[in-house]
């Protein structure tokens, strides 16, 4: 099986490219800059991907021509901590483009990889519920969580005449670097859910929102 991860350098990106390579699935890993502990893996590696920047990312996946994909992973994601009275358009825009645009974008240049039978896995934050926020703030990143989830279901829609389906996946708090590693489970558990999520993934559930333990989330 071939599957595409970004931002697969570190983190939860990092534990899911261990884990199926662990199943012998062939992983390609697309992300800016790549790190040891990816270089000492056995996925094959392509860098330069920034999913912030649209006018690149034709170039940049170059590599993936006709290279068939079953399960495509847009892991790649910032976090912002703006509050009502602390905040920057700037930082807010960069999340709308790495979180909600570019997995959108990366999406729609490998659809001619995808087939009949192939996933699509956006990993996504229960952040982004209108219905589960109950403290505010985080402000780019809940509005671009929100964004990519409208997209998630539209792609959906869109794709599931061609028998590929779409999962809209929260993680969990994880302990990364994104959030100083305060997180309560670990990058390699929460892949672990995540990769649970994307084997159940069916037509008959594409565009629905699922916590990595298997939790429906509201939107």
């Known amino acids: 099986m071939n599957v595409v991860i970004t931002g697969g350098n570190r983190g939860i990106g990092l534990a899911l490219v261990n884990a199926l390579l ?8 697309a ?13 094959t ?3 330069g991907v920034d999913v912030s920047k649209p006018e690149s990312l034709e170039k940049a996946l170059s590599p993936l021509k006709d290279v068939p994909i079953d399960w495509l992973i847009n892991n790649a994601g910032v976090l912002g901590k ?3 009275d602390d905040w920057d358009p700037a930082t807010i825009d960069y999340q709308f483009r790495v979180n909600a645009l570019g997995p959108l974008l990366v999406t729609q240049a490998l ?9 699509i896995g956006l990993i996504t934050s229960r952040m982004g519920s209108m219905t589960d926020n109950g403290s505010g703030g985080y402000y780019g990143y809940r509005m671009s969580k929100a964004a990519l ?5 539209s792609l959906a829609q869109d794709l599931k005449p061609k028998g590929i389906a779409v999962a809209l ?4 708090f994880v302990q990364t670097e994104m959030v100083n590693n305060a997180g309560d489970i670990t990058p390699d558990e929460a892949a672990s859910g995540l990769i649970n999520r994307l084997d159940e993934l069916t037509l008959t559930t594409t565009g629905q929102f699922f916590h990595a333990n298997g ?5």
């Open 45 to 47: 590696v392509i860098t």
């Open 215 to 219: 939790e429906r989330l509201p939107w």
């Open 111 to 119: 659809l001619p990889n995808l087939s009949e039978g192939s996933k």
């Open 82 to 84: 703006e509050s009502l």
């Open 149 to 153: 989830n409208a997209a998630g279901v």
């Open 169 to 172: 996946l929260h993680p969990g």
């Open 22 to 29: 662990a199943r012998n699935c062939h992983v390609i890993v």
């Open 31 to 43: 992300c800016r800059h790549s790190s040891d502990a990816l270089n000492n893996t056995q996925a």
